[in-house]
């Protein structure tokens, strides 16, 4: 083991030891090399007169760059988009973004968590927890209805066993038993569990009731008290989507802090909240368990990071992150952003009001939803993926088959006043099967 990463690890040791215990083998041997990059940093404050460390080509005093590009770009100093931007992502952005999820969560006052680091969106915040915290044969706790891409994430990439539950109760919550069931299961066999929490659900569209919340947070509390370690991470990409009776923050304030042997991650993003997908901007933020600040333990989860993220993509786009900075700073930035999700909401209601019409009763029902870019038919007479094809190739109408039953309709994408129009095709398309 690289001397490094044996000090990290010896912090987490000394500072929280269940932190080091949740650790895979890989997260354990990783660490930030004080190489070109530790160097570079140096020279850059202290380099006053020749500064031969870093990559990249200079002239007059700035970055080089193709005239052509900067005309497009011209409305941004050429060293905010050209030079390689830190490992962790830019200071500015990172400090911008920890006072947004502050302002946003109320349950984070007082709670002591990192700084969040700059990630290429949510998939590669994923794939940086995996490395972290997987070895083959740990649990990954997921609800029935969930995104595909974790089993690529996980599974197959570091040999997790994805431990689903029921994702709705008859009644039609969410199903906190079911949750409990599984959970204590791994707690029992294995003695530490990676919970995924992800709200607003995609697909179901489905964000819990603050009482459903909380159930979970207590879930996660009683299971970590009786001696499992949990990494409960929270998968907040499209945060702030909240349409109906619902929690309105992330899980993530209740669960930093809460017991010694939970360590709760966020992850989210500007990439789908703020409506800049190809941007690929997201962050991981840490939390351990102790109720007062632990900063060894921040630095050593930093720095694992920083190690995971030297190894596989050096740094995160620097054009995007300046982007983000300007929007955040931007006066208009919340009048805006407040008018895309009335567009959302009203998406939503009009796709549950159109459902509710007692129409389609005999093609199909739907999941619950109240949040987010996704809700769920559930077919009754027709197999999902013969439909989805049938759909395609006759009405030219596009949806997601999961499973055997079930159709994920992308109400982002469709305008208010075509819903009916859309969810009349998907019924013609079922009476043709039929």
Same mark, same amino acid.
């Not at 069931?181 to 569209?205: D, Q």
């Not at 990071?305 to 929007?327: K, Y």
């Given at each position: 083991?690289?001397?490094?990463? =044996?000090?990290?690890?010896?912090? !987490?040791?000394?500072?929280?030891?269940?932190?080091?215990?949740?650790?895979?083998?890989?997260?354990?041997?990783?660490?930030?090399?004080?190489?070109?990059?530790?160097?570079? +940093?140096?020279?850059?404050?202290?380099?006053?007169?020749?500064?031969?460390?870093?990559?990249?080509?200079?002239?007059?005093?700035?970055?080089?760059?193709?005239?052509?590009?900067?005309?497009?770009?011209?409305?941004?100093?050429?060293?905010?988009?050209?030079?390689?931007?830190?490992? =962790?992502?830019?200071?500015? /952005?990172?400090?911008?973004?920890?006072?947004?999820?502050?302002?946003?969560?109320?349950?984070?006052?007082?709670?002591?968590?990192?700084?969040?680091?700059?990630?290429?969106?949510?998939?590669?915040?994923?794939?940086?927890?995996?490395?972290?915290?997987?070895?083959?044969?740990?649990?990954?706790?997921?609800?029935?209805?969930?995104?595909?891409?974790?089993?690529?994430?996980?599974?197959?990439?570091?040999?997790?066993?994805?431990?689903?539950?029921?994702?709705?109760?008859?009644?039609?919550?969410?199903?906190?038993?079911?949750?409990?069931?599984?959970?204590?299961?791994?707690?029992?066999?294995?003695?530490?569990?990676?919970?995924? !929490?992800?709200?607003?659900?995609?697909?179901?569209?489905?964000?819990?009731?603050?009482?459903?919340?909380?159930?979970?947070? =207590?879930?996660?509390?009683?299971?970590?008290?009786?001696?499992?370690?949990?990494?409960?991470?929270?998968?907040?990409?499209?945060?702030?989507?909240?349409?109906?009776?619902?929690?309105?923050?992330?899980?993530?304030?209740?669960?930093?802090?809460?017991?010694?042997?939970?360590?709760?991650?966020?992850?989210?993003?500007?990439?789908?909240?703020?409506?800049?997908?190809?941007?690929?901007?997201?962050?991981?933020?840490? #939390?351990?368990?102790?109720?007062?600040?632990?900063?060894?333990?921040?630095?050593?989860?930093?720095?694992?990071?920083?190690?995971?993220?030297?190894?596989?993509?050096?740094?995160?786009?620097?054009?995007?992150?300046?982007?983000?900075?300007? +929007?955040?700073?931007?006066?208009?930035?919340?009048?805006?952003?407040?008018?895309?999700?009335?567009?959302?909401?009203?998406?939503?209601?009009?796709?549950?009001?159109?459902?509710?019409?007692?129409?389609?009763?005999?093609?199909?029902?739907?999941?619950?939803?109240?949040?987010?870019?996704?809700?769920?038919?559930?077919?009754?007479?027709?197999?999902?993926?013969?439909?989805?094809?049938? !759909?395609?190739?006759?009405?030219?109408?596009? #949806?997601?088959?999961?499973?055997?039953?079930?159709?994920?309709?992308?109400?982002?994408?469709?305008?208010?006043?075509?819903?009916?129009?859309?969810?009349?095709?998907?019924?013609?398309?079922?009476?043709? /099967?039929?």
């Amino acid at each position: 083991m690289n001397p490094l990463a =044996a000090e990290l690890n010896e912090m !987490l040791s000394q500072h929280n030891v269940h932190v080091l215990e949740s650790l895979s083998d890989l997260g354990k041997n990783l660490f930030f090399p004080k190489g070109i990059l530790t160097q570079s +940093a140096e020279a850059k404050e202290k380099a006053h007169k020749f500064n031969a460390t870093i990559g990249i080509a200079t002239e007059k005093g700035g970055p080089m760059y193709l005239q052509c590009i900067q005309d497009k770009l011209s409305a941004f100093d050429p060293k905010d988009i050209y030079p390689y931007a830190p490992p =962790a992502g830019k200071p500015e /952005l990172r400090k911008l973004w920890r006072e947004k999820m502050i302002e946003e969560n109320p349950s984070l006052e007082g709670k002591h968590f990192s700084l969040p680091i700059v990630t290429s969106a949510l998939t590669h915040g994923l794939s940086i927890v995996a490395d972290l915290f997987m070895d083959p044969g740990d649990h990954l706790i997921l609800p029935e209805m969930l995104w595909g891409n974790y089993n690529l994430t996980f599974a197959t990439r570091r040999g997790a066993i994805v431990k689903k539950y029921p994702t709705f109760t008859v009644a039609g919550g969410f199903d906190v038993d079911a949750f409990k069931a599984v959970l204590r299961n791994s707690a029992e066999e294995k003695g530490k569990a990676v919970v995924l !929490l992800n709200f607003p659900n995609n697909p179901s569209g489905y964000t819990p009731t603050v009482a459903e919340g909380d159930a979970i947070v =207590a879930a996660i509390k009683e299971v970590a008290e009786g001696g499992c370690n949990v990494v409960a991470i929270t998968d907040d990409a499209y945060f702030g989507l909240f349409y109906e009776d619902s929690m309105k923050e992330s899980l993530f304030g209740k669960l930093a802090n809460i017991d010694p042997r939970v360590l709760a991650v966020k992850l989210d993003g500007a990439t789908k909240e703020d409506y800049v997908w190809g941007f690929r901007t997201g962050f991981i933020t840490f #939390a351990d368990g102790q109720n007062y600040e632990n900063p060894p333990v921040m630095t050593a989860l930093e720095k694992k990071t920083l190690g995971i993220i030297r190894a596989t993509i050096s740094n995160c786009p620097h054009p995007s992150q300046t982007f983000v900075i300007e +929007a955040l700073k931007s006066p208009d930035f919340k009048k805006q952003k407040r008018e895309k999700f009335e567009t959302m909401k009203g998406r939503s209601l009009k796709v549950k009001e159109v459902l509710d019409s007692g129409k389609y009763d005999k093609s199909f029902s739907y999941y619950p939803f109240n949040s987010g870019y996704f809700m769920c038919l559930k077919l009754k007479t027709v197999d999902a993926e013969r439909l989805r094809v049938h !759909l395609l190739d006759k009405y030219g109408v596009g #949806a997601i088959s999961i499973g055997k039953t079930d159709l994920r309709i992308a109400f982002s994408c469709i305008e208010e006043q075509d819903v009916a129009e859309l969810f009349d095709l998907i019924h013609q398309g079922v009476q043709d /099967l039929s």
